[in-house]
């Protein structure tokens, strides 16, 4: 390359970095948020909260509503036994990172969540990503905090966690929060005002209906089922509120069974034990959209993360591991030889259990692009049920607790003189996540359209987001060579996070 398009770049760089680091200083809503969060108000709303899915974007509703209706009501079919493993929700059993805001939120609305956390056999650890792109490592923001200050999050699998949150929510004696095992099969109004009644099928196939509506919150996920029951409900929904195409990616999750004489043979840095991944490696791939993480989680186990695009053959038993990982590896460097020969143990004496998955497709329903008077006044949907985003990107639970900040704030503002919620609150609550909403959309979105096998929205082409991708290529290779890059491309992550905006 020559030095002329080298100093180009570089001031391109500067200056975009410049731009960035400046943004990305001015305070996030969900700053100022957070201090209201887990915060009861002193006059009830009247009426019952009705929250229909109870997995993590329920749970977190529900334990926010109580803070503020009489009553609070968690209808799902799969409610009852926490025990139990789900099967309604594809991706139980993958391996989840959990983003710093979501940690942050969760303390606050459970105070004892660290404590509950560590029962349940996890662990907090530095929310470092151990990120190596083509093999050379882009440092996490150590720097930018005190040193031993880097923000933590929890090394722990998604049951155990959704479980402990599940735990915290139902044996809360001083929150009024009661369980339905059933499916909501759809909401009554009383003109276009308000939602009246939500019907619910028990689980003995009886149907009742509930009345006496606060809030109506749809954390159904996947399903996203709110829109056809207020389409059922003679609301004007039009077909292209719904947004969707198909990264088409695979994923598959390898448990191993690590006791601490296992453990102990296993040649990890001490670091790295103590990180919240132990090792991602990200192929210098333009197009292809793959990935390799090996996590330390929660009661003597490990988990092996591996992703591909449709298409790829993934290994299927122990024996192919390592030699597809070995087919991963890209050109700067090779993945270090003691995550190599840490897999090859584990997948030798670790009791590998395979857990595969075909990711379905993203999807959005832009709800805030609806007239006010097209909402009934007491409907929310929170989590996977408004935006379903490609999982790469971890963005899941911290989704949840921005939905859930942003109810919380709207509800505290709702006047104490006032019982019910004022008319319009609706439409407020989807206008005030969608700026954070659509920029995580776009971003992950014009993201996958770098993909060769992505299927775009109807009606886009992948040219959309060219000069995006162009500039996040550049961007991580710059951030594998220097160091305040990656600093700030740590924090850039941290910002996108943040601020949502892109
Ligand atoms: C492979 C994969 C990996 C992921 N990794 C991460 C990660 O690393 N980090 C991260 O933060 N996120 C990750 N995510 C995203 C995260 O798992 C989801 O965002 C999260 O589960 C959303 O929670 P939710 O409560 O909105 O929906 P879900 O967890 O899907 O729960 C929906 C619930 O609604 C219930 N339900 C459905 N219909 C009805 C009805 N009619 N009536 C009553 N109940 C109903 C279901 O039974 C279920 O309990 C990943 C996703 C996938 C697919
Ligand atoms: C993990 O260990 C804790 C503490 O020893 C125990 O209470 C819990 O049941 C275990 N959980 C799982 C999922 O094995
Ligand atoms: C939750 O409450 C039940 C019933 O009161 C009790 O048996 C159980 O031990 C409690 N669980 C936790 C984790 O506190
Ligand atoms: C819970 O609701 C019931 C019945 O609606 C009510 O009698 C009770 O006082 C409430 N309890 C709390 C803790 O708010």
Known sequence: MSLHVVLWMTSILCLLLAAWQKFCHSAPPWIKQLDSLGQPRKQKLSGTAIICGGSIAGLVTARICADHFERVVIIDPEVEDVKKAKTRIMQYNAAHGFLALFI???????????????????????????LHYS??????????????????TPAIRRPTLQKVMHTLVVNDSTSNITIVPGTVRGVTACGDAAIQSVE???LDGTQTSLHDVGIVADCTGATQAGRKWLKAAGFTIPNNLHHSYNAQLRYITITFAVPPDLAAKL??????????????????????SSLVALFITDNDTMQLLIEDSYGAALPQTAVEIVPFITGF??????????????????????????????????????????????????????????????????????KVMMNGLALNSLLHAVHPSVTGLPAGFSARYFQSIAPCMQALW?????????????????????????????????????????????????????????????
């Open 200 to 202: 619910v099928r028990h």
């Open 135 to 152: 093999g050379l490592p882009i440092l996490a923001p150590y720097k930018k905090y005190p040193p031993g200050q880097l923000p933590d």
């Open 329 to 398: 590896q890209g050109f700067d460097a090779p993945i270090r030889a003691w995550v190599m020969e840490t897999i090859g143990f584990l997948c030798e004496h670790g009791n590998p259990s395979f857990d595969s998955l075909k990711i379905s497709p993203q999807s959005y329903v832009q709800y805030h692009n609806l007239p006010p008077e097209s909402l009934p006044s007491n409907f929310v949907a929170l989590g996977d049920a408004t935006l379903q985003l490609n999982p790469t990107f971890g963005h899941g639970f911290v």
């Open 104 to 130: 942050n939120g969760a303390r606050r609305l459970w105070p004892t969540f660290d404590l509950e956390i560590k029962s349940a056999g996890g662990r907090t650890c530095a929310a470092d990503m151990q």
């Open 442 to 502: 776009d971003s992950t979105r014009l993201h996958d359209y770098g993909n060769p096998t992505c299927k775009p929205v109807e009606g886009e082409t992948k040219d959309a987001g060219r000069f995006m991708r162009w500039f996040e290529r550049r961007l991580l290779s710059a951030a594998t060579q220097d160091e305040e890059v990656a600093s700030v491309f740590g924090m850039f992550e941290t910002c996108l996070q943040r601020t949502g905006h892109f």
């Open 267 to 288: 040649p990890i840095p001490e670091a790295q034990t103590q990180t919240s991944v132990v090792y991602l490696y990200v192929p210098h791939n333009e197009e292809g």
